[in-house]
C-alpha cells in the first residue's frame, strides 16, 4: 500500500513545485534552531518537496547529532566570559588542529595571517576532477619545502586503498600496470602524506575513468 | 587588540568542533575545500569582532556560521536543484496502478484526500510519503519523535480509510 501510496505522491508532488531553494542559513536555522513556527512549516514544506533539500537537511542533521557532545563541552555560553577564558587557557593543544587545517601557514591564527592564507588549489596532474578515457600513468603533486619523501594511496569511490606508494622521494609516482588494469570506470581519489618534521596531507584529488 | 585576544581565544575552543562539522558536511567528495571554508568562517567572525559586535553566544554562532558556509560551498558545485519527481524519474520507478486507478486519477484521488487531513497530519503524511523517517519528520517540524510516529500512523490510516471511501463513491 505506502508503496504504491508513495508512487501516486510523488506524481502528485511534481506537479507542485518547490519554488526557490531557502538559503544555508535557513536550512542551518531549519536544524539548529531557533526559528518561528510559521518560518519552520515554510521550510519544512520546500524540504519535503526538493531532493536537494532534502538531502542537505539530512546532512545538516546528522552533522548536528554529531556535534552535540563538542557543542555541550563548549557549552554555557551564557557565561561565556569567563569560560572562553578558561578554555583557551586549558586547550592550547588545540593549537595543533588550527595547524591541522591551515597547515604551517597560520600557525598564530592571527587575523592578518589567516587573509595570507594562500588558496588551497594545488596544481597537480591529472588535474582535480579530470575525466579521463583510461587510469592515467603518473600522478604529480608539487614538491614540498623540506619534505623527506611522500607516501601516496590511491583510493576508490567506497574508500578502499587500491594502491598505496612510498614513501618516494619525488613529488610523483608512475601507476604500474597491473594497478592500472584493475582500475575500473568510475571515480577515484588520491592523497599524498608529506614526510617531514610536521606530517602533512595534500588532496585528497579526484579523477574520474570513463571506460567499461 | 583586545579583540585580536578575543578572536584568538575563540579559534582556539573552536577549531575541532569547527573543523569536525565542515568536514562533515563537505563530505569526502568535497573535501579539499575544507582549508577554505574554514578560513571564511573565521574571517567572518573576524568581521563581527572587528565592527564592534559583541557575540552573545560565540560558539552557537560560529558553529552555525560553519555549517552554513560548508553547505553553501557544497551547493556551488553541486548539480541544480531536482524535485522528488525527478529523483523519481532518475530511479525509474514504474508506473504502478493504485489499485487499477491510471495514474492521473491516482494523483487526483490523493489530493483531494490529503486536503481532507487535519493540517498536522497532512504535513506528517506528505513527509512520510517524501521518504522522510519518523525522527527526521520530528525534527523539520519541530515536534517529538513519537508525536511525529502518532501523527504518521493516524494520518496514513485515515488516508487509506478516506481512499477506499471516495473510491467507493467513484
Known amino acids: 500500500m505506502s508503496g504504491e501510496l508513495r508512487r501516486a505522491w510523488r506524481r502528485l508532488a511534481a506537479e507542485r513545485r518547490p519554488g526557490e531553494c531557502p538559503s544555508s542559513e535557513r536550512l542551518v536555522d531549519l536544524v539548529v534552531g531557533p526559528l518561528p513556527d510559521a518560518e519552520r512549516v515554510r521550510l519544512a514544506e520546500h524540504v519535503t518537496l526538493c531532493a536537494r533539500c532534502a538531502a542537505d537537511f539530512r546532512t545538516l542533521r546528522e552533522t548536528h547529532a554529531e556535534a552535540a557532545d563538542g557543542l555541550r563541552a563548549l557549552g554555557g555560553e551564557r557565561r561565556a566570559g569567563w569560560r572562553l577564558a578558561l578554555v583557551a587557557a586549558g586547550l592550547a593543544l588545540l593549537a595543533a588542529g588550527v595547524a591541522l587545517v591551515f597547515g604551517d601557514r597560520s600557525p598564530s591564527a592571527s587575523p592578518d595571517a589567516l587573509r595570507q592564507v594562500p588558496t588551497p588549489t594545488v596544481s597537480v596532474s591529472p588535474p582535480n576532477e579530470a575525466s579521463l578515457a583510461e587510469p592515467p600513468r603518473e600522478l604529480r603533486w608539487p614538491a614540498q619545502r623540506d619534505a623527506r619523501g611522500y607516501t601516496l594511496r590511491l583510493l576508490d569511490a567506497s574508500g578502499q586503498v587500491v594502491w598505496k606508494a612510498g614513501p618516494v622521494a619525488e613529488a610523483r609516482a608512475e601507476l604500474p600496470a597491473d594497478v592500472r588494469a584493475k582500475l575500473a570506470a568510475g571515480s577515484y581519489a588520491w592523497t599524498v602524506q608529506v614526510e617531514g618534521d610536521e606530517k602533512e596531507r595534500l588532496g585528497p584529488f579526484w579523477f574520474s575513468v570513463g571506460r567499461s | 587588540m583586545a579583540r585580536e585576544e578575543e578572536f584568538r581565544a575563540l579559534v582556539e575552543a573552536t577549531t575541532r568542533l569547527v573543523s569536525s562539522a565542515i568536514r562533515r558536511v563537505l563530505g569526502r567528495r568535497h573535501s579539499a575545500l575544507l582549508p577554505d571554508v574554514t578560513q571564511e568562517v573565521y574571517l567572518a567572525v573576524w568581521g563581527q569582532l572587528q565592527k564592534g559586535k ?70 506528517a503524511v506528505n513527509a512520510y510519503l517524501a521518504g522522510f523517517g519518523h525522527e527526521e519528520v520530528a525534527a523539520l517540524y519541530g515536534w517529538t519523535a513519537s508525536v511525529a510516529r502518532h501523527r504518521i500512523y493516524r494520518g496514513i490510516e485515515s488516508l487509506k480509510r478516506h481512499l477506499a471511501r471516495d473510491r467507493g463513491k467513484a
Open chain 2, 54 to 123: 559583541n557575540l552573545e553566544h560565540p560558539t552557537s554562532y560560529i558553529y552555525k556560521v560553519a555549517l552554513s558556509a560548508a553547505l553553501a560551498a557544497v551547493r556551488k558545485e553541486a548539480p541544480e536543484m531536482r524535485s522528488v519527481t525527478e529523483e523519481a524519474e532518475l530511479e525509474q520507478v514504474p508506473a504502478a496502478a493504485l489499485d487499477g486507478l491510471q495514474p492521473a486519477e491516482q494523483s487526483a484521488l490523493l489530493a483531494q484526500v490529503l486536503d481532507l487531513l487535519p493540517v498536522e497530519e497532512r504535513r
